[in-house]
């Protein structure tokens, strides 16, 4: 004797099957959901994944009214999140022959006894042109959530063996603005 049919097996099988559709069937099937055309440069992948994503929607009820709203201000807020450096952070850029010292403040940024609201504004004043204040300062942000600095790899003794190529790209040595070569470091002191 057969299992009654439950309704996430229901489900889920209606899921399968949009997956299994070409994508002429998809795009009628959207229309028929949504009741409208679905946009051009939609995948047939993505296609099936919102359809299937509206039907379980209306099968067992959306998202609470709080994750609303906590997804609708990620999305207000645009961009990936700034990062933070503590209060007494201390960077370190040199720049034509010149060594300059930031200290991350609480209310900005201190350089040469002058308090900054930001880096940005501290490179313009160093090289005389508009710099992204990270960017100079040689702060990316990686995907692993951090600020990390640039460094230079060293060549490990097991790999002496094999010659280094000139670098290019990303990875060449860096030069200000006017040619001239730079060099940047990132020191961190933890406050006292």
């Known amino acids: 004797m057969r299992e009654p049919v439950t309704e996430?097996?229901?489900?889920?099988?209606?899921?399968?099957r949009i997956r299994s559709l070409p994508s002429e069937a998809l795009r009628r099937r959207w229309q028929a959901v949504f009741g409208r055309k679905p946009p051009a440069a939609l995948s047939k992948d993505l296609l099936g994944r919102?359809?299937?994503?509206?039907?379980?929607?209306?099968?067992?009820?959306?998202?609470?009214?709080?994750?609303?709203?906590?997804?609708?201000?990620l999305a207000r807020q645009g961009g990936p999140p700034r990062r933070q450096l503590k209060p007494g952070t201390v960077l370190v850029r040199?720049?034509?022959?010149?060594?300059?010292?930031?200290?991350?403040?609480r209310e900005g940024f201190d350089w040469q006894g002058a308090t900054y609201?930001?880096?940005?504004?501290?490179?313009?004043?160093?090289?005389?042109?508009?710099?992204?204040?990270?960017?100079?300062?040689?702060?990316?942000h990686h995907a692993s959530g951090g600020a990390k600095p640039q460094r230079n790899s060293a060549?490990?003794?097991?790999?002496?063996?094999?010659q280094?190529?000139?670098?290019?790209?990303?990875?060449?040595?860096?030069?200000?603005?006017?040619g001239e070569p730079c060099t940047r470091t990132l020191e961190t002191t933890s406050p006292g």
């Open 117 to 140: 609201p930001s880096l940005s504004a501290i490179a313009r004043v160093i090289t005389g042109t508009a710099w992204s204040g990270p960017r100079f300062f040689a702060l990316h």
């Open 8 to 16: 996430e097996a229901a489900i889920a099988a209606e899921i399968a």
């Open 50 to 73: 919102m359809i299937a994503h509206h039907l379980q929607e209306q099968t067992f009820g959306g998202l609470d009214r709080d994750s609303l709203t906590f997804l609708d201000s």
């Open 164 to 178: 280094r190529r000139p670098a290019t790209g990303r990875n060449r040595p860096s030069t200000s603005r006017d």
């Open 94 to 105: 040199e720049y034509q022959g010149q060594r300059h010292t930031v200290t991350v403040a």
């Open 155 to 162: 060549v490990s003794p097991h790999r002496e063996r094999h």
